[in-house]
């Protein structure tokens, strides 16, 4: 049962246009959302995240939307460069206090100069 | 300061072997997480620890075990390998349980069981 979906599993745009990675879940209890991004060889590192309490949240390039009645949650990066090349992944976190982060399987974004 | 740090990086082993693979959170951070990336499965969650205590376990057998010792180092075990635990094993790490956006993943451990 995949609670975090990240139905494309690769997407390709121009370098200085928008890149809009989507990300669908399941469970009502996730309290808070979260962007990682992952190079080759290298573990995610945090991009962004938004508590379920809000539906905007804006850091620089990247803006995350929640939609909490769709169970939909997108990343907007504007513009987007050729360093931004990478897998995005969508995790959430379940209410509670604990760490534990529910992951999608990961978009892998290509930027073309 | 430095990262995370997960030694070590790559490890071949054999089915019916046991590992065991060592974290080294960031100075400071008490809380350490583990998890396994598949191509398959993505990334799943395996287990918490705060303070030497697993806070939380992820749905995988009894075979994977782990621990957190007094100065926040986490090691985890995974006894009688098979071919399906083949994977990139990572760790990361927090100061406190309850602040994902402060999680801080290491380079990972690229299991092979052959």
């Known amino acids: 049962d995949q609670q975090v979906k990240q139905n494309s599993p690769s997407l390709s745009v121009q370098e200085?246009?928008?890149?809009?990675?989507?990300?669908?879940?399941?469970?009502?209890?996730?309290?808070?959302?979260l962007w990682y991004k992952k190079y080759p060889a290298e573990g995610p590192t945090f991009l962004i995240s938004i508590s379920s309490i809000k539906d905007k949240n804006e850091d620089g390039r990247f803006t995350v939307f929640l939609n909490k009645s769709a169970k939909h949650l997108s990343l907007h990066i504007v513009p987007s460069q050729p360093g931004d090349s990478a897998v995005y992944f969508c995790a959430a976190r379940v209410a509670g206090g604990s760490e534990k982060l529910v992951f999608g399987k990961g978009t892998k974004l290509t930027v073309n100069p | 300061k430095a990262g995370?740090?997960?030694?070590?990086?790559?490890?071949?082993?054999?089915?019916g072997q046991q590992v065991t693979l060592s974290c080294s959170p960031i100075s400071g951070h008490r809380s350490v997480s583990w998890y396994q990336q598949t191509p398959g499965q993505g990334?799943?969650?395996?287990?918490?620890?705060f303070s030497e205590t697993q806070r939380n376990k992820g749905n995988f057998p009894g075979r994977?075990?782990?621990?957190?010792?007094?100065?926040?180092?986490?090691?985890?075990?995974?006894?009688?390998?098979?071919?399906?635990?083949?994977?990139?094993?990572?760790?990361?790490?927090?100061?406190?349980?309850?602040?994902?956006?402060?999680?801080?993943?290491?380079?990972?451990?690229?299991?092979?069981?052959?």
């Open chain 1, 16 to 33: 200085g246009r928008i890149s809009i990675l989507n990300c669908d879940y399941t469970n009502s209890m996730f309290d808070y959302f």
């Open chain 2, 4 to 15: 995370v740090t997960q030694t070590p990086r790559y490890l071949i082993k054999t089915r």
């Open chain 2, 43 to 49: 990334l799943q969650f395996l287990f918490e620890y």
């Open chain 2, 64 to 114: 994977f075990s782990g621990r957190q010792f007094s100065n926040s180092r986490s090691e985890m075990n995974v006894s009688t390998l098979e071919l399906g635990d083949s994977a990139l094993y990572l760790c990361a790490s927090s100061l406190v349980p309850g602040y994902p956006y402060e999680q801080y993943f290491g380079p990972g451990t690229r299991l092979t069981v052959t």
